[in-house]
């Protein structure tokens, strides 16, 4: 009965918003999360688009205080070991104190603040959508109970009904610019090759994941860190899916302007 009481207080709004705010007043004022990094930098920001390797490179930085992604589950902030991570809040990452924060916002919607090292993954537009698909068609097709383990956000994409058991093309008809054209958005958002181009001038590291290998020596040579490969990886198992060549080139046709935007950021930062 007293468990039942607790665990009840614990999961109420009231309790999860005080707790939060607890948390961001011991980092701002009782945690130095520039300490752990050079002189010139007092946090780090990375750019986290979907589907481009992104959690791995957060793992990454979160195994340094010994953190996975089922510790965070919807929580946006967590302290541990003297170093504060932020995940997927706007506020946070724009005036709080933290050691690594990440975020899907575009770079448009939000205002990093002085010595922020800041860094970016791009994939090839085409094999990133593809992932995405096999991301929703495994959320319709993963056991219900299993889901919200192995990925926090099961529920919340569950509930996206419009782009589940859909066909690759009724997929991508039901997607929003946001996801569709998940890199060019991210850096324009009107979508403008050139303006996206000089936006990726304003962040400190751009890299791409066919170069994966190379991203955290690095971050670590940046940084002066010690990141490795997480030793637990998400990990969807077989998931149930068919691309045609008419789909495949319908694909290619809408994302021609991001494919344009890519290789011209692969020219030069690659």
């Known amino acids: 009965m007293k468990n039942s009481i607790i665990n009840k207080v614990k999961s109420s709004s009231k309790f ?38 992104g959690t791995s490179i957060n793992s990454a930085f979160w195994n340094l205080s ?20 932020v995940r997927m809040s706007k506020e946070l990452i724009e005036h709080s104190n933290y ?7 575009p770079l448009w919607q939000i205002t990093l603040r002085p010595n922020t090292y800041s860094f970016t993954v791009l994939r090839d537009p085409y094999k990133r959508l593809v992932s995405l698909y096999k991301y929703y068609n495994w959320v319709s097709q993963v056991d219900p109970e299993v889901g919200p383990k192995l990925d926090p956000t099961y529920p919340i994409l569950y509930n996206q009904k419009s ?6 093309k009724e997929f991508m008809l039901n997607l929003s610019d946001k996801y569709l054209f998940g890199q060019l958005y991210f850096y324009s958002k009107n979508k403008d090759v050139k303006e996206a181009i000089q936006s990726l001038t304003e962040i400190n590291k751009v890299f ?11 971050l670590n040579k940046d940084l002066n860190l010690s990141l490795r490969e997480p030793g637990r990886k998400r990990d969807f198992g077989d998931v149930n899916f068919n691309i045609d060549d008419e789909e495949k080139e319908y694909a290619i046709h809408i994302l021609r302007d991001e494919i344009k935007f890519y290789n011209k950021a692969k020219q030069i930062y690659s």
Do not use: Q
């Not at 994941?209 to 190379?214: A, K």
């Open 99 to 105: 050691f690594y924060a990440s975020s899907h916002f």
């Open 66 to 85: 010994d953190l996975h992604l089922d510790m965070f589950g919807r929580e946006p902030i967590i302290n541990k070991k003297g170093k504060t991570f």
């Open 16 to 53: 999860k918003k005080f707790n939060r705010s607890f948390k961001v007043f011991y980092a701002n004022n009782f945690i130095n999360n520039s300490k752990w990094l050079p002189e010139k930098y007092d946090r780090i920001y990375h750019l986290h688009i979907r589907k481009s390797g």
């Open 208 to 218: 791409f994941l066919s170069d994966y290998e190379t991203v955290l020596p690095a």
């Open 163 to 168: 782009l589940l058991n859909k066909s690759f």
